[in-house]
C-alpha cells in the first residue's frame, strides 16, 4: 500500500499528493497526518494538491475530514495547488469545501498559516510585524 | 472510426484508479477540453466506487462513439449487486446509504451530458454515460 509523506518543515506539516490516490491511501493520509500533528506539535498543515488531475467526492470529503481532525488537534489547514479545471468539477458536482482554507500555491498557504497564528496569538495591535512574530514562536 | 470498447473489472480500490486512467487516455485520445476531461474522469471516478462500494463490484466500458456530428465517450457500469430500489431518491443531493457525502450519483449526473441509470432491486444497476466534444 502506498502511503503518502508527511514533511515537518519548521513548525508546518507539508503534504505533497502525487499520485492518484486509491481510498485506503487517502484513509491511511488521514491517520498518519493526525499521527504526527501530535508527535511534532505543528500548529499548521499545508496540502499541496497541485498535482492532482481530479478532487472526486472522495478526496474532497478526506481534506474536509483532514482539515477537521487538525482543528480539534489545535492545528490549521490549508489545502493549495488547486488546478482550475478540478475547481470547476468540484463545485459542480456539489462540493465546495466549506470550512476549508485553500490557497494557491504552498507559499501563499505558509502566508496564510503565519497570519492565522499571529492573529490567533493576538498580535498586531502591539505593532510587531511578521518577523517577530516568527522569532518568538 | 470507433476503437474497441475497452472493458475492465471493477474488483478493488486499485480497479477504481485503473478506471480513472482508462478514462482519461480515452478522454484525450477523443480530444475532449481539459475541462471536459476532468468532469469525465471524476464522475467516472464516482460511478465506479459505487459499482464496487453498492454493487459489490462489476465491470466498467469505455467506448469510442460519434453520432455524425461530434466525437465523444460512453461510459457503461455494470454491476449485479443489490440494485436501486428509489432511483429518485438515490438521485438526490446529500442521499447516501453508505457513510458518503451523497453526491457521488447526483454530481456525476451533472458532470456528463447523458446519463442513463438501468436498475431494479435484486437484478442490479446499469449506469450509462456520455460526454461529446464541443
Known amino acids: 500500500?502506498?502511503?503518502?509523506?508527511?514533511?515537518?518543515?519548521?513548525?508546518?506539516?507539508?503534504?505533497?499528493?502525487?499520485?492518484?490516490?486509491?481510498?485506503?491511501?487517502?484513509?491511511?493520509?488521514?491517520e498518519d497526518l493526525a499521527d504526527k500533528i501530535v508527535a511534532t506539535g505543528c500548529r499548521g498543515v499545508i496540502i499541496d494538491i497541485s498535482a492532482l488531475d481530479i478532487v472526486?467526492?472522495?478526496?474532497?470529503?478526506?481534506?474536509?475530514?483532514?482539515?477537521?481532525?487538525?482543528?480539534?488537534l489545535d492545528a490549521e489547514t490549508v489545502?493549495?495547488?488547486?488546478r482550475p479545471?478540478?475547481?470547476?468539477?468540484?463545485?459542480?458536482?456539489?462540493?465546495?469545501?466549506?470550512?476549508?482554507?485553500?490557497?494557491?500555491?504552498?507559499?501563499?498557504?505558509?502566508?496564510?498559516?503565519?497570519?492565522?497564528?499571529?492573529?490567533?496569538?493576538?498580535?498586531?495591535?502591539?505593532?510587531?510585524?511578521?518577523?517577530?512574530?516568527?522569532?518568538?514562536? | 472510426m470507433n476503437a474497441e470498447p475497452q472493458?475492465?473489472?471493477?474488483?478493488?480500490?486499485?480497479?477504481?484508479?485503473r478506471v480513472r486512467q482508462l478514462v482519461r487516455t480515452v478522454a484525450v485520445a477523443v480530444k475532449l477540453s481539459?475541462?471536459?476531461?476532468?468532469?469525465?474522469?471524476?464522475?467516472?471516478?464516482?460511478?465506479?466506487?459505487?459499482?464496487?462500494?453498492?454493487?459489490g463490484g462489476g465491470t466498467v466500458e469505455v467506448d469510442r462513439v460519434d453520432n455524425g456530428r461530434r466525437a465523444g465517450i460512453r461510459i457503461a457500469?455494470?454491476?449485479?449487486?443489490?440494485?436501486i430500489a428509489d432511483v429518485n431518491l438515490a438521485l438526490t443531493d446529500g442521499y447516501t446509504t453508505g457513510g458518503g457525502l451523497g453526491l457521488g450519483l447526483s454530481g456525476a449526473r451533472r458532470l456528463v451530458d447523458e446519463f442513463d441509470i438501468d436498475t431494479e432491486p435484486g437484478r442490479g444497476t446499469s449506469i450509462t454515460v456520455t460526454k461529446w466534444c464541443r
Open chain 2, 34 to 55: 481539459l475541462v471536459d476531461q476532468t468532469k469525465l474522469v471524476t464522475a467516472a471516478s464516482e460511478l465506479a466506487r459505487n459499482t464496487l462500494v453498492y454493487g
Open chain 1, 56 to 72: 472526486d467526492s472522495f478526496v474532497g470529503r478526506m481534506l474536509a475530514t483532514i482539515a477537521g481532525i487538525s482543528k480539534v
Open chain 1, 85 to 137: 479545471a478540478v475547481a470547476i468539477t468540484l463545485v459542480e458536482l456539489g462540493l465546495s469545501l466549506p470550512g476549508i482554507r485553500t490557497a494557491l500555491n504552498v507559499e501563499l498557504g505558509m502566508a496564510l498559516l503565519a497570519r492565522a497564528r499571529f492573529e490567533a496569538e493576538g498580535g498586531g495591535d502591539a505593532g510587531e510585524d511578521d518577523e517577530t512574530v516568527a522569532a518568538a514562536s
Open chain 1, 79 to 82: 489545502v493549495v495547488g488547486m
Open chain 2, 7 to 17: 472493458r475492465l473489472t471493477v474488483a478493488s480500490d486499485q480497479d477504481v484508479v
Open chain 2, 77 to 83: 457500469f455494470v454491476d449485479s449487486g443489490p440494485g
Open chain 1, 1 to 30: 500500500m502506498e502511503r503518502v509523506p508527511v514533511l515537518k518543515i519548521g513548525d508546518m506539516l507539508l503534504v505533497s499528493i502525487q499520485v492518484d490516490m486509491e481510498d485506503q491511501t487517502a484513509l491511511n493520509l488521514q
